[in-house]
Nanobody, 124 residues
């Protein structure tokens, strides 16, 4: 059972920055497709960003493009999400998700491992 543990959430003012981290228990982390999702109160969980194995190609949701950066450190088994120019609409619980191997999927059902989530709150 792969474990994912997020950290780095918190309260920040609009325009501020946060960096989320997600540590993976799998030693084969480098072979995982990893993603960040978020879920705001009363809304469905939505994709924020994906980073794929080997070449590390990335995909971003339109509303975070140019503000958020997903990255990974395979030697530290860690996934990151750098979030800049945060806005109140970014307030949500942020989840780390993973799937072994290359995956082109962008839905929650495409990922088999999930973290417990970390709260990000942006005040106006």
């Amino acid at each position: 059972q792969v474990q994912l543990v997020e950290s780095g959430g918190g309260l920040v003012q609009a325009g501020g920055s946060l960096r989320l981290s997600c540590v993976c228990s799998a030693r084969s982390f480098r072979d995982y497709t990893m993603a960040w999702f978020r879920q705001a109160p009363g809304k469905e969980r939505e994709l924020v960003a994906i980073i794929r194995p080997v070449h590390g190609n990335t995909y971003y949701a339109d509303d975070v493009k140019d503000r958020f950066t997903i990255s990974r450190d395979n030697d530290k088994y860690t996934l990151y999400l750098q979030m800049n120019n945060l806005q109140p609409d970014d307030t949500a619980v942020y989840y780390c998700a993973g799937k072994y191997g290359y995956s082109s999927g962008r839905e929650t059902t495409d990922f088999s491992s999930w973290g417990q989530g970390t709260q990000v709150t942006v005040s106006s």
